[in-house]
């Protein structure tokens, strides 16, 4: 499921961005000079200022130095741009310059964001805000595929921080039902990190992603991931039931995650030897997304098993 982290993050940061102030003053360090440009609305503002050495071998210190005097003085004056600053500098140095050493800065925005002056549950706003950040950093941390990593920067953090239902001690904390689900991809990771662990884990991840598909919020994806278990499980009738109980919210469901419902059906009927349900089902999967090579190279495999050269060379245009 490679495409979720990235349109997750996208969607996410975007939502982010709308929430934030934009006339902020800026100063001499290269961080300060992105971060002004960036905040008076340039969104190449990163790529353009920050250079990639800043992410690799001595670069990283100036980097590092350079984040912490911003933070200094912006804990003084916060603004949401600054969170959403650090987390689009993140993903530059993650995904653009390809440099796991990036997660630091993420780290470091992590802080900042949690160390804001109202306690959850005083300002629903700014709660909201936190949420919709810690979303992002989850997506953009499961891109990495490195669950221990997810686990010391993004879901660790949160265990006292985050609950899915309002604590009965009327603790501060932030609610959202969506915690459950980013532990239970985590547990989904580890089995695809190691596949050995797929065997003796995966049923542990199915049972998280069971409970996370207990609040409406999470249904959609935690069932569209489970049936993805149970496919490597060999499990393919289960993943199939799996789908259909997912179908019944399926228009509740962002774009991404109908599009791995179809794409992980055409896989188990087509391990199950139904072959015409399936390519229905990667036919419906490239009418969501025209471009994804997936389901093209599945229903031109397809169609080479039932010897339909015909149709081979139509799939391959």
């Known amino acids: 499921m490679t495409r979720g982290p990235a349109f997750a993050f996208a969607l996410t940061v975007t939502l982010i ?17 992105a971060f002004a440009d960036y905040a008076a609305g340039d969104p190449r503002a990163i790529s353009r200022i920050v250079p990639p050495r800043y992410f690799v071998g001595a670069g990283r210190r100036t980097m590092r130095n350079e984040i912490d005097a911003a933070l200094s003085r912006w804990a003084r004056e916060r603004h949401p741009v600054q969170a959403v600053f650090l987390l689009e500098l993140a993903r530059f140095g993650l995904v653009d310059v390809r440099e796991t050493d990036a997660v630091d800065v993420l780290d470091r925005a992590r802080v900042f964001v949690t160390r804001r002056p109202d306690p959850p549950g005083r300002n629903p706003q700014e709660d909201a805000f936190e949420i919709e950040w810690h979303k992002a950093a989850i997506a953009l941390l499961g891109g990495l595929r490195r669950p221990d990593v997810l686990e010391k920067v993004g879901r660790g953090p949160l265990r006292r921080r985050m609950t899915a239902k309002p604590p009965a001690g009327g603790d501060a904390s932030l609610v959202d ?34 409970e996370a598909a207990r609040y409406d919020e999470n249904r959609s994806e935690a069932l569209v991931r489970k049936s993805w278990l149970l496919i490597r499980l060999g499990r393919h009738t289960e993943a199939l039931v799996a789908l259909d109980a997912q179908s019944g919210s399926s228009d509740r469901a962002d774009a991404t995650v109908r599009y791995w419902s179809r794409l992980f059906r055409g896989r188990a009927l087509a391990s199950l030897a139904r072959d015409d349900e399936a390519a229905r089902a990667y036919e419906q999967a490239l009418a969501l997304d025209p471009g994804a090579q997936a389901p093209l190279a599945a229903l031109t495999a397809l169609e080479g098993r039932r010897g339909r050269r015909g149709l081979i060379r139509a799939c391959a245009r």
């Open 17 to 33: 961005a709308n929430m934030t102030a934009t006339s902020l003053r800026g100063s001499e360090s290269l961080i300060e000079r």
């Open 177 to 210: 039902p969506w915690i459950e689900l980013a532990g239970a991809i985590l547990q989904e990771q580890r089995t695809i990190l190691d596949p050995r662990t797929l065997a003796s884990d995966g049923p542990a991840a199915i049972r998280r992603f069971d």
